[in-house]
């Protein structure tokens, strides 16, 4: 089991008092103390031990429970991180003389004890409040699954919503903003296992649309870590970009070499001198290999401290936005001889090394530079702020804990994996990893309305259910509803959206449970029939890597999944047929991205106006209770989701079709007003209302609005749209679907034809 052991949580008795000088009979929660002494002791203890912690409690009037029966929800007590409350204080005796028998006792505090400072919640009230006293306005946590946004299938960061505001455009909400957003980043999949890797997180966002820059970011970062989380100043290494040669930028009609970040450089040894700590750049050159025994201060070439959507100054493509940053690392301490037992460990140590020993904490983007060509860059007139700090990596600073698996926000879940499998952690961590992160991403997703299926965020959320299955099956679990229970619980108090939801998440995942049973029957089916004369004896089937690589494509299964039903193959020919594959991906991908809203092309556009034509007259056939569950929007054709649990007709599209080509072509007037939600809402205006919007929203209007007349069309939207809607040409539905689940789909195309 989790060896959380005997856990001692002891709070002096002084502290217990409230706003009127009376002591709390009970205690519901770490939260409700400003100045703490709280002590857990996370590992086995010796019932000798246990004797001298209970008498050295009774005569300071500690109070005490046991973790481990917290975890089980022994105490009728409300729930905190490891421990379920405060038992009613015992009367304070005096005890026998214990001093002589202490030194024991001294020596378990010395190693065992760790502070307990603050939940996932309350590091995201602190951060909230500490940039809206410096003139922030918080906006909405954006739906994980972006709307009207081809370019990618997740909101993998707080700055992806913002793209049209860092590229010029005025943000109704101001020029400095914040927010904790959650965020989802699928090439973190087959990473998942170590222990910081998760593929979804929270991402603790603040931004300066052309108002602060470095001066001011940096230091507020630092005292927010330092003052606000009360992180050890001495724990914390930084690194910024080390500049590229081959790469140009024109600054003040000149041309220069894209040279290191020497601003950023001197702000953090600066900062880091008021606080009388030397800190010495480890490497005066990129060319230099980083040392951490030379200094605190590490450049670093592109691939570690540039940022763009697209990576790399080279792979940013022409008329986007990037620019250098700087991350903040913190330092688990060479006493702990992490490197020495690592891989690496005949390498130097750096902040960048992947021997355990340091963590990112916190990356601040400075976004000021556009490419013009393949190697020129030109300088913003407006240059932007984009921070980035997770959530979960913070806690695990804090609580000093290199397994982010360990820490608070995981441990229930751990803990309920390890009771549904019967198995321990400490002899499964990868496996426990795999299928907490899997299905806590997979609760999430689809809490955004997604369903398993073949196709983009479907193909993705499938995949994070059946890999995670693969791993509970192996560990020997069956039913993984206490799981999914569990991490709504955990997750309850910062998206209280889950609780409601419960039911529909819990019955989506069990449903792909038994499709997947019913897939690996297929697949067995398909081999058994294709190679009928398999010695099953033998229990391994050698098949072809083109069969493989059909039980991949058609059924779904990983190499990983063939391997574990008993079949082996040319993994060399699998791989090269992957790779053709991928790169077929890769060139639809690309093809996604140009179509994207981000840059803004004309039939795009015209498309975004169409589909708020279309949704209104779904609903003039339909009724109000028609709404959008969804919609994607390229330069080729629009996708457009709607709740009706019928297939239309012929008739029925046709008259779809006319009515939204009437509204084309009477020209009406597209625009926006800045309204507040409330406002909004009392115009009637529709949208995604799943969505959480800020308290000032954009409203576009489609038709004139007078005091005898209502506009066609009023909707929730960030645009951009046409002026007209006779620009939008001709729209023509080419086809509908049924999705399941009572939604319906869509598709057309708009402009000439």
């Known amino acids: 089991m989790l060896k959380s052991g005997i856990g001692i949580i002891a709070l002096k008795s002084s502290h217990l008092k409230n706003s009127n000088g009376a002591r709390y009979e009970d205690v ?41 029966e917290c975890l089980h929800s022994s105490f009728k007590i409300n729930p905190a991180p490891f421990f379920c409350g405060i038992l009613k204080p015992t009367q304070k005796k005096k005890p026998p003389n214990p001093r002589s028998k202490l030194r024991g006792f001294k020596k378990v505090l010395d190693k065992r004890v760790i502070m307990i400072a603050m939940t996932a919640l309350e590091i995201i009230n602190k951060y909230i409040s500490f940039f809206e006293k410096r003139g922030h306005k918080r906006i909405a946590n954006s739906s994980l699954v972006p709307q009207n946004d081809p370019t990618t299938l997740f909101t993998s960061s707080g700055m992806q919503p913002l793209v049209p505001y860092l590229l010029g455009e005025e943000h109704p909400m101001g020029k400095r903003l914040v927010n904790v957003q959650n965020s989802f980043r699928a090439q973190d999949i087959d990473e998942i296992g170590d222990n910081h890797h998760t593929t979804f997180f929270r991402m603790l966002g603040n931004w300066s649309l052309g108002d602060y820059f470095k001066k001011e970011q940096l230091p507020w970062f630092f005292e927010f870590l330092t003052q606000e989380l009360k992180l050890d100043p001495k724990r914390l290494y930084v690194t910024v970009f080390g500049g590229e040669d081959k790469f140009k930028v024109i600054e003040n009609k000149k041309w220069q070499p894209l040279r290191p970040d020497v601003e950023a450089a001197d702000i953090w040894t600066k900062i ?25 201060i590490f450049y670093y070439r592109s691939d570690k401290n540039w940022w763009s959507r697209s990576g790399t100054p080279e792979q940013i493509p022409i008329g986007e936005i990037g620019g250098p940053d700087s991350e903040v690392f913190y330092d688990f301490g060479e006493e702990l001889k992490l490197h020495n037992k690592s891989p690496f460990k005949n390498e130097l140590c750096h902040p960048n090394c992947q021997c355990g020993r340091f963590l990112e904490i916190g990356n601040s983007v400075f976004m000021q530079y556009k490419k013009i060509d393949d190697s020129t860059f030109e300088e913003l007139p407006n240059k932007n702020v984009d921070f980035g700090g997770g959530l979960e990596r913070l806690l695990a600073a804090i609580e000093e804990k290199q397994d982010v698996f360990t820490t608070p926000q995981f441990v229930p879940i751990i803990r309920i994996i390890e009771l549904t499998t019967a198995k321990e952690y400490e002899k499964h961590q990868k496996g426990m990893r795999i299928i907490a992160d899997h299905f806590i991403s997979s609760v999430f997703i689809t809490a955004n309305n997604v369903q398993p299926s073949n196709k983009e965020q479907g193909y993705i959320l499938r995949r994070l259910i059946r890999r995670g299955l693969d791993y509970f099956y192996k560990l020997g679990g069956q039913d993984i509803s206490p799981i999914l229970k569990t991490i709504v619980e955990q997750y309850r108090k910062t998206d209280k959206d889950l609780e409601a939801k419960f039911e529909v998440i819990k019955n989506t995942i069990i449903e792909e449970k038994q499709r997947y049973k019913n897939t690996l029957r297929t697949a067995k089916q398909f081999i058994s029939e294709k190679y009928p004369s398999s010695d099953e004896l033998k229990g391994v089937s050698k098949i072809s890597a083109d069969d493989a690589f059909v039980l991949y494509t058609t059924h779904g299964l990983s190499p990983t999944q063939i391997k574990s039903l008993g079949y082996t193959f040319n993994e060399q020919e699998f791989a090269e047929k992957m790779k053709a594959h991928r790169n077929v991906s890769m060139a639809s991908a690309t093809k996604r991205f140009a179509g994207g809203l981000a840059d803004h092309q004309e039939k795009t556009i015209m498309g975004h106006t169409a589909t708020h034509l279309l949704h209104q007259a779904l609903r003039d056939m339909f009724g109000t209770q028609l709404h959008q569950t969804g919609s994607n929007i390229t330069s080729e054709r629009i996708r457009f989701d709607f709740n009706y649990g019928k297939n239309l007709t012929g008739e029925q599209l046709n008259k779809i079709e006319e009515i939204v080509n009437q509204k084309i072509r009477a020209n009406l007037p597209v625009n926006f007003e800045m309204l507040t939600l409330q406002k909004a809402k009392e115009i009637g205006a529709i949208g995604l209302f799943d969505e959480k919007y800020s308290d000032t929203v954009k409203i576009y209007f489609i038709g004139p609005k007078t005091k005898d007349q209502r506009p066609y069309s009023i909707e929730f939207c960030g645009g951009p749209h046409v002026e007209k809607t006779s620009q939008v040409g001709k729209f023509s539905i080419i086809k509908q679907e049924n999705r399941g689940k009572g939604i319906r789909r869509i598709y057309a195309i708009v402009g000439k034809q």
């Open 28 to 68: 519901k929660g770490v939260s409700l103390f400003k100045d703490k002494r709280i002590m857990l002791i996370d590992n086995p203890v010796s019932s000798k031990c246990i004797f001298f912690i209970t008498i050295l409690l009774l005569y300071n009037s500690y109070f005490f429970v046991n973790t481990a």
């Open 272 to 296: 880091f001198e008021k606080i009388e700590i030397k800190a010495k750049i480890a490497n005066v050159s990129i060319r230099d290999k980083p040392d951490i025994n030379k200094g605190r």
